[in-house]
């Protein structure tokens, strides 16, 4: 059963409503619902302590709705604080990346103003690398020792070519222990991370705006990238972050984080940029070469829920050599280290999908999961500007080594009009990555009860999240047994939704002779491109082979799903490359329908999760090439389709 919406204004207001439950409009002001109903509390709807909802004032903040909103933040933000940022001249404050996701404009490195286009964020954590956090920042400073030091002295240039040099210098005194041992001095780390936490305090506004106190765990050994953002519930935070120096093992951190909280201090790990790791991320062997076993999978499980999907540096769901027959796997692909430009060779264990599987295959070798990860997007950004993925306003992420479409390899070099062998080599070969393949990604999405950091803490523990490759795209997703038969018509459709299964993130167990039913939900970004189709990726074990398979599940423009492809028709939604202008006219406001899986098996444990696709348009590089009166850039792919990704829901077969 499907269905969409028509477009428009109207149409896209309608369907938001209904998506979240609750009759409100687009914006960031909503109307409060009800009071909980039984039917959200049989999903799981987090219930605040009592002395926490004692001492708040009021009991529900404005935009309370018992059935959940849609929050988009950004939850990986490099600042000043930064040793690379401040390197890449960036000298933008944690306030500063505030005041740009409040909405506000801040100068960029490179000399011009940014600002958001698709309006201000609702929550954003400042994520400083932990280690050596806040060094550079004050070897900057002519007043203090650090900057009198001999390694200080010339890391610091507005060239770009001098900056490259200064950071591989940086990089390579960290990879091989000569940095200076002042730049470790444990008082210049407490600074930054107390600017940090009072940063967070200052701009945090419950119901409105959402700050999350965080840091980067910057792990890479031999390169391989296993850097991991650290986020606390609140503001009871330890005295310094646990860091890569401690150790590069993220084994070590996750015990840190055990200690931590039973001191009361509660706090999760996301892993980033898993494409980077060269199969190390997702391994199946441990860093001290030990199996995996049941204590690891549900130490790593318990302090890991989630990972994030997308960001600049590439999108990490799957591989075209993991997925050959999933026709959109070559999706903003970057296939080097993170930092330089060797070659990414170990595919398996670099990507989400195939951890997913990876997973249901532990999960019945040792009886726990140690890969069972949520989705979120975030960008990534060192220029201090959360959220900026905006294709059209595009201006990367390392601060002056990036902020021209020139030194990202967008246009010809030296102010040419033509692409020669030179000038396609730009920003493939630098010393930071080919930055011709960063992409305008991502946002992370939640449904919470309200904009608060409790709310949206819980949303992320219990994986209520969805990624974004930059759009608002507000996705849903249940698994079910007694849906209504009417449930996509229905005024109440998220709370039956809920009543009656659960949401993205969770679990979903057999019911005896029966195969459940999923329900889709998407509804476009008013300000981005029309929606296309609709998917849903599966995943199985089947003779203890892991599987997978991409069901297209709702399509735009009236089509109906060839039952023998699983495909949608393509709808023929083009773009203008001389304009940038998208087909008006092609695709829908909404997809929404309940599916069942022709496949099921209830013996098979599996995880299914929702990827919605729109309409093509202009990527970024192409964006910049049409503002420079040149032609694209003819290596990079002139045109992408953006994308949201659900979390998994999970079928358990047993107990």
């Given at each position: 059963?499907?269905?969409?919406?028509?477009?428009?204004?109207?149409?896209?207001?309608?369907?938001?409503?209904?998506?979240?439950?609750?009759?409100?409009?687009?914006?960031?002001?909503?109307?409060?619902?009800?009071?909980?109903?039984?039917?959200?509390?049989?999903?799981?709807?987090?219930?605040?302590?009592?002395?926490?909802?004692?001492?708040?004032?009021?009991?529900?903040?404005?935009?309370?709705?018992?059935?959940?909103?849609?929050?988009?933040?950004?939850?990986?933000?490099?600042?000043?604080?930064?040793?690379?940022?401040?390197?890449?001249?960036?000298?933008?404050?944690?306030?500063?990346?505030?005041?740009?996701?409040?909405?506000?404009?801040?100068?960029?490195?490179?000399?011009?103003?940014?600002?958001?286009?698709?309006?201000?964020?609702?929550?954003?954590?400042?994520?400083?690398?932990?280690?050596?956090?806040?060094?550079?920042?004050?070897?900057?400073?002519?007043?203090?020792?650090?900057?009198?030091?001999?390694?200080?002295?010339?890391?610091?240039?507005?060239?770009?070519?001098?900056?490259?040099?200064?950071?591989?210098?940086?990089?390579?005194?960290?990879?091989?222990?000569?940095?200076?041992?002042?730049?470790?001095?444990?008082?210049?780390?407490?600074?930054?991370?107390?600017?940090?936490?009072?940063?967070?305090?200052?701009?945090?506004?419950?119901?409105?705006?959402?700050?999350?106190?965080?840091?980067?765990?910057?792990?890479?050994?031999?390169?391989?990238?296993?850097?991991?953002?650290?986020?606390?519930?609140?503001?009871?935070?330890?005295?310094?972050?646990?860091?890569?120096?401690?150790?590069?093992?993220?084994?070590?951190?996750?015990?840190?984080?055990?200690?931590?909280?039973?001191?009361?201090?509660?706090?999760?790990?996301?892993?980033?940029?898993?494409?980077?790791?060269?199969?190390?991320?997702?391994?199946?062997?441990?860093?001290?070469?030990?199996?995996?076993?049941?204590?690891?999978?549900?130490?790593?499980?318990?302090?890991?829920?989630?990972?994030?999907?997308?960001?600049?540096?590439?999108?990490?769901?799957?591989?075209?050599?993991?997925?050959?027959?999933?026709?959109?796997?070559?999706?903003?692909?970057?296939?080097?280290?993170?930092?330089?430009?060797?070659?990414?060779?170990?595919?398996?264990?670099?990507?989400?999908?195939?951890?997913?599987?990876?997973?249901?295959?532990?999960?019945?070798?040792?009886?726990?999961?140690?890969?069972?990860?949520?989705?979120?997007?975030?960008?990534?950004?060192?220029?201090?500007?959360?959220?900026?993925?905006?294709?059209?306003?595009?201006?990367?992420?390392?601060?002056?080594?990036?902020?021209?479409?020139?030194?990202?390899?967008?246009?010809?070099?030296?102010?040419?009009?033509?692409?020669?062998?030179?000038?396609?080599?730009?920003?493939?070969?630098?010393?930071?990555?080919?930055?011709?393949?960063?992409?305008?990604?991502?946002?992370?999405?939640?449904?919470?009860?309200?904009?608060?950091?409790?709310?949206?803490?819980?949303?992320?523990?219990?994986?209520?999240?969805?990624?974004?490759?930059?759009?608002?795209?507000?996705?849903?997703?249940?698994?079910?047994?007694?849906?209504?038969?009417?449930?996509?018509?229905?005024?109440?459709?998220?709370?039956?939704?809920?009543?009656?299964?659960?949401?993205?993130?969770?679990?979903?167990?057999?019911?005896?002779?029966?195969?459940?039913?999923?329900?889709?939900?998407?509804?476009?970004?008013?300000?981005?491109?029309y929606l296309q189709r609709a998917q849903i990726v599966k995943g199985w074990i089947e003779n203890g082979v892991a599987k997978e398979k991409?069901?297209?599940?709702?399509?735009?423009?009236?089509?109906?799903?060839?039952?023998?492809?699983?495909?949608?028709?393509?709808?023929?939604?083009?773009?203008?490359?001389?304009?940038?202008?998208?087909?008006?006219?092609?695709?829908?406001?909404?997809?929404?329908?309940?599916?069942?899986?022709?496949?099921?098996?209830?013996?098979?444990?599996?995880?299914?999760?929702?990827?919605?696709?729109?309409?093509?348009?202009?990527?970024?590089?192409?964006?910049?090439?049409?503002?420079?009166?040149?032609?694209?850039?003819?290596?990079?792919?002139?045109?992408?389709?953006?994308?949201?990704?659900?979390?998994?829901?999970?079928?358990?077969?047993?107990?």
């Amino acid at each position: 059963m499907t269905g969409s919406r028509p477009r428009g204004a109207m149409a896209a207001s309608t369907a938001l409503a209904l998506l979240i439950g609750a009759g409100v409009a687009y914006g960031a002001t909503r109307v409060a619902g009800s009071e909980p109903a039984p039917a959200a509390k049989a999903a799981g709807t987090a219930a605040k302590p009592a002395a926490a909802s004692a001492a708040a004032t009021p009991q529900h903040l404005p935009g309370y709705n018992p059935d959940r909103n849609a929050y988009f933040g950004d939850l990986h933000v490099h600042t000043y604080l930064s040793n690379d940022a401040y390197i890449f001249n960036v000298r933008r404050t944690p306030d500063d990346a505030y005041r740009f996701a409040k909405g506000e404009p801040i100068g960029h490195a490179a000399g011009y103003q940014i600002r958001l286009a698709g309006g201000p964020l609702d929550f954003v954590a400042v994520t400083d690398h932990s280690e050596y956090m806040g060094a550079i920042r004050e070897a900057g400073d002519p007043n203090t020792p650090l900057s009198k030091l001999p390694f200080s002295q010339g890391l610091f240039s507005p060239d770009p070519a001098k900056i490259m040099e200064a950071f591989r210098a940086f990089v390579r005194g960290r990879q091989d222990g000569t940095l200076p041992k002042e730049f470790q001095n444990p008082a210049i780390i407490s600074r930054a991370w107390s600017e940090v936490q009072q940063a967070a305090a200052r701009n945090y506004q419950p119901g409105k705006f959402t700050t999350l106190v965080g840091y980067e765990f910057t792990s890479a050994p031999d390169g391989r990238n296993l850097h991991r953002n650290v986020i606390f519930r609140g503001a009871n935070v330890p005295g310094a972050p646990y860091s890569a120096t401690a150790s590069a093992d993220p084994e070590n951190l996750w015990r840190a984080m055990d200690a931590w909280r039973g001191r009361g201090i509660e706090a999760l790990a996301i892993p980033h940029n898993s494409n980077g790791s060269d199969g190390l991320m997702f391994d199946t062997t441990r860093m001290n070469g030990e199996p995996i076993d049941r204590a690891y999978a549900e130490l790593r499980a318990r302090n890991e829920p989630l990972v994030e999907l997308t960001q600049i540096k590439g999108t990490s769901e799957t591989h075209p050599s993991l997925s050959p027959n999933d026709e959109w796997a070559n999706f903003e692909i970057m296939e080097t280290y993170i930092g330089h430009a060797k070659a990414v060779t170990k595919f398996q264990g670099s990507y989400v999908r195939r951890a997913l599987e990876d997973g249901l295959l532990y999960r019945e070798k040792v009886g726990a999961n140690p890969f069972k990860l949520g989705f979120i997007g975030s960008s990534d950004t060192h220029n201090a500007a959360p959220g900026s993925v905006e294709e059209p306003n595009y201006f990367s992420k390392v601060g002056r080594a990036d902020g021209t479409p020139e030194l990202r390899g967008s246009i010809p070099a030296g102010g040419t009009k033509t692409w020669d062998a030179a000038s396609l080599e730009v920003g493939k070969a630098g010393s930071t990555a080919p930055l011709a393949t960063w992409g305008a990604s991502g946002l992370a999405g939640v449904w919470a009860e309200e904009n608060d950091r409790e709310s949206i803490f819980a949303a992320l523990r219990r994986r209520e999240t969805f990624a974004t490759s930059g759009p608002r795209i507000r996705v849903r997703f249940f698994g079910g047994y007694d849906f209504p038969a009417d449930l996509l018509t229905r005024s109440d459709t998220v709370r039956q939704a809920y009543a009656h299964g659960v949401p993205m993130g969770g679990d979903l167990a057999a019911a005896k002779g029966r195969a459940p039913k999923f329900l889709v939900w998407a509804v476009r970004d008013p300000k981005a491109g029309y929606l296309q189709r609709a998917q849903i990726v599966k995943g199985w074990i089947e003779n203890g082979v892991a599987k997978e398979k991409v069901f297209d599940v709702a399509c735009s423009d009236g089509m109906k799903v060839d039952p023998k492809t699983a495909r949608c028709p393509d709808n023929g939604a083009s773009v203008n490359l001389k304009t940038c202008e998208p087909d008006r006219f092609k695709g829908d406001v909404e997809l929404r329908t309940v599916w069942t899986d022709p496949g099921f098996d209830p013996k098979q444990r599996a995880f299914y999760y929702v990827r919605v696709l729109e309409n093509p348009s202009c990527r970024w590089s192409t964006w910049d090439a049409l503002r420079n009166g040149t032609p694209p850039n003819p290596t990079l792919a002139p045109t992408i389709m953006e994308r949201a990704w659900s979390s998994p829901i999970w079928f358990e077969p047993t107990a």
